[in-house]
């Protein structure tokens, strides 16, 4: 049987960590035919599963889950969700691409949201707002774009100068920022939970079956450790591991990122979070320090990227601790409670791969670092397509679609020297 690797995660998700232990799925044994098998139970996997199901309401579908549900990189990010965004700049042709990206995005997000309400799904969605922090002169630059463009569009917002910034998070280290009231926060690792387990009866979701082999004949044959299950139609809903099947190996990039959470903080210390009760703070660097505050005594740092493989644990936990302290210098007695990593696709041109790649077999991958709305939006849509319910032209016609990368050795090397120009360019905002 031919061995496929997928991220195996040593370290706990910290989302996962802060909840309780939930009834695990079963593993996928024995022969199986289904009409329609899905690989991956992140936000795409379960958003075709369920509209899959939808659409086709007597067909047999199963759901392989290479490790328990919220262990993927579903629940390893930071939990920002929104409907919208806003343009990075005020020019009439960024507003035109921003606003068919948001109706992508509400759509998404409405469906996610009819979601949680009908199957009472708690992860803490709450409309927080979001913090954009510059902590250097480029930074600032793009908080004034931003700013000219929320005031062109007529979006509610709130410039901050770095008191302004330190009275909302409680930090110095900022020089300005820009909040604005579209922006929600929510527990990442709740959110797939209640969605894998609320699949409908016609899905079935097998967790700790990653798929080892993969072939077409007449139909496709799905195998895994103790699994043979033959499908008429497969959706790839692995992200970066897509790879893994010999597909779009020249299109993607596998990312590693990494996010602590801290202790508990006692009552004095977390009074040091600012007088925002709930807020998430973007950097202005695509490669600076994310961070949000997690319920009322712990925060959330995220920061640092490495290519196609993990980094040394000691060095993560070293620069989350760095990253937190120079921003908070009096909390530099709180520790970490959990430190994690997690995998992304980046793709050159920063679109997605979408939609069939051989008969019966379709993808959705590329979420480059997005992926709570926008993998749920692209999967849905990935299932209307598969049944022919639409036309789907307007997907590629907003996101465009992955550009080929240039080959090895010369991907890594160009990767390499990118990132250390950009982590000198995003200086304070890493």
């Known amino acids: ?116 309400a009908e199957h009472g799904i708690d992860c803490g969605l709450e409309r927080t707002g979001r913090l954009k922090g510059a902590a250097t002169a480029a930074g600032a630059r793009v908080v004034e774009g931003l700013r000219a463009s929320a005031r062109d569009l007529g979006v509610p917002h709130d410039y901050l100068d770095a008191a302004g910034m330190e009275r909302r998070m409680g930090s110095r280290y900022y020089g300005c920022g820009l909040y604005t009231e579209e922006g929600h926060l929510l527990q990442p690792a709740a959110l797939i939970r209640g969605l894998a387990d609320s699949l409908p009866p016609s899905v079935r979701l097998f967790e700790h079956s990653p798929v080892r082999a993969l072939r077409r004949d007449t139909k496709w044959r799905l195998a895994t450790e103790d699994a043979s299950i033959t499908a008429e139609c497969v959706v790839l809903a692995t992200n970066a591991a897509v790879k893994q099947f010999g597909y779009l190996r020249d299109r993607l990039v596998s990312i590693y990122t990494y996010a602590a959470i801290t202790e508990a903080m006692a009552p004095q210390d977390a009074a040091q979070l600012g007088g925002m009760a709930n807020w998430g703070l973007l950097p202005s660097h695509r490669l600076g320090t994310t961070l949000r505050r997690v319920g009322p005594d712990r925060l959330m740092v995220r920061s640092l990227y490495a290519y196609e493989q993990g980094l040394d644990a000691r060095r993560v936990q070293e620069t989350l601790r760095a990253c937190f302290h120079r921003r908070y210098p009096g909390l530099r007695h709180v520790g970490l409670d959990y430190v994690w990593g997690g995998t992304t696709a980046l793709t050159m041109n920063g679109a997605p791969w979408w939609g069939k790649l051989d008969d019966g077999l379709y993808a959705s991958a590329g979420c480059n670092g997005a992926g709570i709305v926008k993998g749920t939006v692209l999967g849905k849509r990935l299932a209307e397509h598969i049944t022919g319910h639409g036309t789907h032209a307007d997907v590629g016609a907003t996101y465009g679609s992955a550009s080929r990368l240039v080959p090895e050795p010369f991907r890594r090397i160009g990767f390499t020297i990118l990132s250390a120009i950009g982590r000198r360019k995003a200086g304070r905002e890493a």
């Open 1 to 116: 049987m031919t061995r496929l690797a997928f991220p195996d995660y040593p370290d706990l998700c910290g989302w996962n960590a802060l909840l309780a232990k939930r009834a695990p799925k079963p593993r996928a044994e024995g022969a199986m035919a289904v009409k329609y098998a899905v690989v991956g139970a992140g936000y795409t996997g379960v958003a075709a599963a369920r509209r899959l199901a939808e659409l086709d309401p007597h067909a047999e579908i199963v759901v392989l889950e290479a490790s328990d549900v919220g262990e993927g990189s579903a629940a390893r990010n930071s939990g920002f969700a929104s409907p919208r965004d806003i343009p990075a700049t005020a020019s009439e042709a960024e507003q035109r691409h921003t606003a068919a990206l948001n109706r992508f995005g509400e759509e998404g997000f409405g469906w996610l949201v009819g979601l949680m």
